[in-house]
């Protein structure tokens, strides 16, 4: 029937012009370099780790599988990462969740200020963290012998627990789930909650039945990141663990890495393999999770109109503010007192007073200047390579979704999945010996560290690309494509601006996260190519605690300059580049 | 510009075919509308004439170049065509003149020669002065007509429309359409319009194909559509023509054949190769019904609705004997039938459906 009916010219007449050209040949090459890319930063190492602990030194052997399950200490280590690694994501998750709400939908004063001091922590490098709060709570705190309620020397830090290990994961990662679900709300179109207004719901059943599964891919995605950072930190389980006796799997590592030497190589690469796991099968249920329904969001449209709290607002700015005052401004005060006492119990005073600290790790400390240096170097090139390196990428990980990209995207995740010091062992284990063919040596340089941070931190980078991908109508694409833009065209007119704000807030992420990095480099770095975060250590761990706070001080501020500084850039920037900012 | 030729193309989204044997051929300078309920087909078959979808069979061509085959697809970027899209598409990090003009951008044209056309573009559409603007910052006609003129500024040989007026409101869907057949009448491009509102296809299209769960029902212009019908499905369609079941009792002779419906002899309208058979269908039109006097002869019918529209009603209602059947009419002033009592009507004529044949 419908063959007859269009009147279709005699087929004869029709023959295929040799002008259909092969597919689009810059596409293949972009995808070709993305691809390598993720091979040599993931599953190369992922596979040599793998050998070691199959094969070690070429041979099959399980020894290292069946000495790690017999391992008694293996099972508490497991349990204790999944207690903390849960723990700190509910926290994480239910702070990061409310506060933005609060934040974003009603009317409260001053938000651009507590933007800025509720995402400070995450910008703090982990072991700062619990060196500020471990200075602040414990018996030697210069702040609370200043208020004469320090307990007696000696006495027992309450953080050195799993409680205290869950409250700090939570007060580091709460801002990440934070960021997510605040550029998620960014996002809802006002009309969807007027719409439910209109329908006759109150506030609260809006918020419940209208923004809060809106919020679901944010908070999923942020959950699963929140709980992969958990199970893999190493900073704060280390600082506060460790004197408790209670070990999770990353410090577990460590320890046998730190008694053992190599010799402990297979076994910490199988205690690592059982980490990972433990990381994917979070992974891999979020993405199950937020396949279940569709929120993408397809109109453009004005924000949402702020809630007025009316007489309540004053009481809730107060308690927002208090919140600001528990997690940033007491442990960030105790470190600043720490760096300014002249030795370990000393008590604050104006005649104890000093800045020798600071002039010894600036001026006289080889070491520490370098490690200024180099760490800045370090993360401004990983951040820019991985934001290069996430838009294609996302592009193909949310766009184009076929089988090998979802290998793509799980293969991303694993290098962070992975504790930090899994990753280094696998650098070490790849580069010991030179690259062959080229007879490259990277073992013991600058390079091996930056390599490490780049497979390791793509994916905070990739994440908040792929979510935005999600949240892109695709018609924009295809209209610039029938504008007859080719693929590297759209890219860098089209897809790149457009993803720009999370891709490049993830890229900020990294260069916060590698500044004061310590997991990888404490295992990679050789002299000349210390690390901020090494030169920390090394101080805490030869009971120079001043020193390390003087460092850990000066690394919060510089870290708070360029978030003041880059606030100022803001106005040249599309909306949502800095996640702090309002 | 070009003409379009959909040769015999079918698609297949694993089990499901969406597109089964589809061939439309579209001359060059045409406007053809593209109508049919949600889930017909219709946005696939755009989808695939714009390059983003592959064909699972048949052939696509463009301007007399193929640019679909199963084995072979020339990307959306490579075949010149323009679209309007239902959401607007509008680049957000654009400004108004940056979204015109991209398309110009990417074929390296000069700048001065960008601005011209841009300009030349936006005062088409009645936007001079709106370059600065960001699409954020315009109504939703404006950022239509930005669409628009984004499409027209590269003189594409085919524009598709994928229901660019969806999301307008009324008053400026008239408004909207003026302006589409304006373009059409200036540029001569060839249109394929996609829409599931016969209004809007009938107002603006030299032809109109009617697609059904991936098949083309009809293909014909509006008037032929509305008269002649060639199956159910399109006459029930189309301004809601109503079916009536009828005998055919002479052969066709000059147009037209004698039919028995619901018991009442008829003249009516039917293709020149009729001839006499039973359980045949009736399209009839609301205007081809009229209600008549109760003494006069008459299908005896019972009155279900009646609405006044404005000097006129629609008037709903079933033969006593078959209240299966649905029948409506209109009723000018003054409106004398009311909803619940019996009355009588009489159908002037109609158009028999052809017989329903396999596909050769």
Known sequence: ?582 | MAGLTIDRVSKRFGDYEALSNVSINVADGEFLAVLGPSGCGKTTLLRMVAGFEKVTDGRIIIGGETMSTPERNLPPEKRRVGIVFQNYALWPHMTVAENVGYSLKVAKVSRAERDRRVAEALSLVNLTGYGDRRPANLSGGQRQRVALARCLVSAPSLVLFDEPLANLDVHLRAAMEDEFADFHKRTGTTIVYITHDQAEAMALADRIAVMDEGRLAQLAPPRELYREPANEMVASFISQGIILPADVLTAAEAGHCRVRVLGHEVLVRCRPDESPRAAAKLCCRSPELEAVGPSEDGIPVAIKRVVYQGGRARVELSPVERPDLNLHLEQADPVTLVAGVEARVRIRTGWLIPEARNAP
């Open chain 1, 1 to 582: 029937m419908a063959g007859s009916i269009g009147g279709v010219r005699n087929s004869s007449d029709l023959v295929i012009p040799a002008s259909i050209k092969r597919g689009f040949p810059s596409e293949w090459v972009l995808t070709g370099l993305v691809v390598a890319i993720v091979v040599i930063l993931s599953i190369l190492p992922m596979l040599r780790l793998v050998q070691e602990i199959i094969a070690p030194g070429g041979r099959l052997s399980i020894a290292a599988v069946e000495a790690g399950l017999s391992n008694p200490a293996t099972w508490t280590a497991t349990w204790h990462s999944l207690v903390v690694g849960f723990g700190g994501t509910a926290l994480a998750v239910l702070f990061g969740t409310a506060v933005p709400i609060l934040i974003s939908l009603t009317d409260v004063r001053g938000r651009s200020a507590f933007v800025l001091c509720f995402v400070t922590p995450l910008m703090i490098a982990p072991q700062v963290t619990a060196l500020a709060w471990l200075q602040l709570f414990g018996p030697a705190s210069p702040l609370l012998k200043l208020l004469g309620i320090a307990p007696p020397l000696g006495s027992r830090n309450p953080l050195y627990s799993a409680q205290g290990i869950i409250l700090l994961l939570g007060v580091q990662y709460g801002p990440l789930v934070f960021l997510m679900v605040r550029a998620g709300l960014r996002k809802l179109p006002r009309e969807l909650v007027e719409a439910g207004l209109a329908g006759g719901a109150s506030r609260w059943t809006v918020l419940r039945t209208i923004v809060l599964p809106l919020m679901t891919p944010s908070i999923i995605g942020a959950s699963a990141l929140v709980f992969v950072s958990c199970v893999g930190n190493f900073g704060i389980p280390a600082f506060l663990g460790i004197p408790a006796n209670y070990l999770v799997l990353p410090t577990l590592i460590y320890q046998r890495l730190a008694g053992a030497g190599p010799s402990a190589l297979a076994e910490v690469a199988f205690l690592s393999v059982l980490i990972g796991v433990i990381a994917m099968v979070g992974i891999v249920a979020q993405d199950i999770i937020s396949r279940r329904r569709d929120y993408r969001i397809a109109t453009t449209s004005l924000p949402v109109e702020p809630f007025e709290l009316g007489r309540y607002r004053v009481l809730v700015e107060a308690i927002m503010w208090l919140i600001i005052c528990a997690i940033l401004v007491l442990p960030m005060l105790g470190l600043f007192l720490t760096s300014l006492v002249p030795g370990y119990g000393i008590p604050l005073s104006f005649k104890t007073v000093t800045l020798s600290n600071y002039s010894f790790v600036l001026f006289d400390h080889a070491a520490a200047k370098s490690a200024f240096f180099n760490s800045s170097v370090l993360s401004v090139a990983a951040a820019v390579f991985a934001v290069l390196v996430a838009v294609p990428l996302g592009y193909f990980i949310a766009w184009r979704t076929s089988w090998w990209s979802k290998v793509l995207n799980l293969t991303v995740e694993l290098p962070y999945a992975l504790p930090g010091v899994v990753l280094a062992i696998a650098a070490l284990l790849m580069f010991l010996k030179p690259i062959p063919l080229i007879d490259l040596r990277i073992y013991n340089t600058v390079w091996i560290i930056l390599y490490a941070y780049l497979a390791r931190f793509m994916v905070l980078a990739l994440r908040p690309t792929v979510s935005g991908f999600h949240q892109i109508d695709r018609s924009l694409e295809e209209a610039a494509q029938v504008a007859g833009a080719g693929f590297v065209m759209r890219l860098r007119t089209i897809i790149f601006p457009m993803v720009a704000p999370v891709a490049v807030a993830g890229g900020l992420l990294i260069f916060m996260t590698a500044f004061s990095e310590l997991t990888v480099s404490a295992l990679l770095w050789a002299s000349g190519s210390e690390t901020i975060g090494v030169v920390i250590f090394s101080f805490e761990q030869g009971g120079d605690s001043s020193y390390a706070a003087a460092i850990s001080t000066m690394t919060v501020a510089l870290t708070l300059l360029l978030m003041l500084a880059s606030n100022f850039l803001a106005r040249h920037l599309p909306n949502g580049v800095l996640p702090w900012r309002d």
